[in-house]
């Protein structure tokens, strides 16, 4: 069963501060993987795509990578703001089958304290 | 407007009654997607449509739930005999290509929070 598992379940920093958020993942074979973010009361926004090949990808101040053979990505957000409060969301893609239903981590809730 | 739309926001109903919520896709977006939000949760799929066709409704819990796109835009899910455990954020979700490219981002609307007393 494919199967996308985030760490940590929560978390809470100062402004200021840079986080790294965790997924692993199990569904195969890989597409792709997704980062959203979704406010409190709002729908996931797309953060970024990664694709088989790419190891790392920015987006202002957030940097995921992906190691498509230990089946691992990460999203690393730099210098946090009280906006980036919010649940991140890791859904990961396969090619074939019903692997291309996305398949979603449980988020992890990120607050950030001034 | 240009996002996605999902009618009504809030439904609260008694339990054994039918509900019908409505997803409102972005103009000309070709896939639509029903998930299911438990609160703390990541979304859970329940079914897609490209056009008007159902391509895949594994994920519906039961045949208590189902869900049509008869014009290939506006889709409903429709939730018979409403239970407790079925109190959850309901959320749709557009796609400009057929759902199997799965490359193209999804665009998620506001959701429906169902309540069932």
């Known amino acids: 069963k494919n199967q996308v598992e985030q760490s940590p379940q929560s978390l809470i920093i100062l402004e200021g501060k840079n986080c790294t958020l965790q997924c692993n993942y199990t569904v195969s074979p890989f597409s792709n993987l997704r980062w959203y973010k979704q406010d409190t009361g709002r729908g996931p926004v797309s953060l970024t795509i990664m694709t088989f090949s790419e190891n790392t990808k920015s987006n202002g101040r957030y940097t995921a990578t992906l190691d498509a053979d230990t089946k691992q990505s990460s999203l690393h957000i730099t210098a946090s703001q009280l906006s980036d409060s919010a649940s991140y969301i890791c859904v990961v893609r396969g090619t074939s089958g019903g692997s291309y239903i996305p398949t979603f981590g449980r988020g992890t809730s990120l607050i950030v304290h001034p | 407007g240009a996002g996605v739309s999902q009618s009504p926001r809030y439904k609260v109903t008694k339990r054994g009654q039918d509900v019908a919520l409505r997803c409102d896709p972005i103009?000309?977006?070709?896939?639509l997607y029903w998930y299911r939000q438990a609160l703390g949760q990541g979304p859970e799929f329940l079914t897609y449509?490209?056009?008007?066709?159902?391509?895949?409704k594994s994920g519906l819990p039961n045949d208590r739930f189902s869900a049509e796109r008869p014009e290939g835009s506006i889709s409903t899910l429709t939730i018979q005999r409403t239970e407790q455990r079925d109190s959850a954020m309901y959320r749709c979700?557009?796609?400009?290509?057929?759902?199997?490219?799965?490359?193209?981002?999804?665009?998620f609307g506001p959701g429906t929070r169902l309540t069932v007393l």
């Open positions: 103009s000309g977006h070709v896939s």
């Open positions: 979700a557009s796609s400009l290509a057929p759902g199997e490219l799965t490359y193209n981002e999804q665009f």
């Open positions: 449509f490209n056009y008007e066709a159902q391509q895949d």
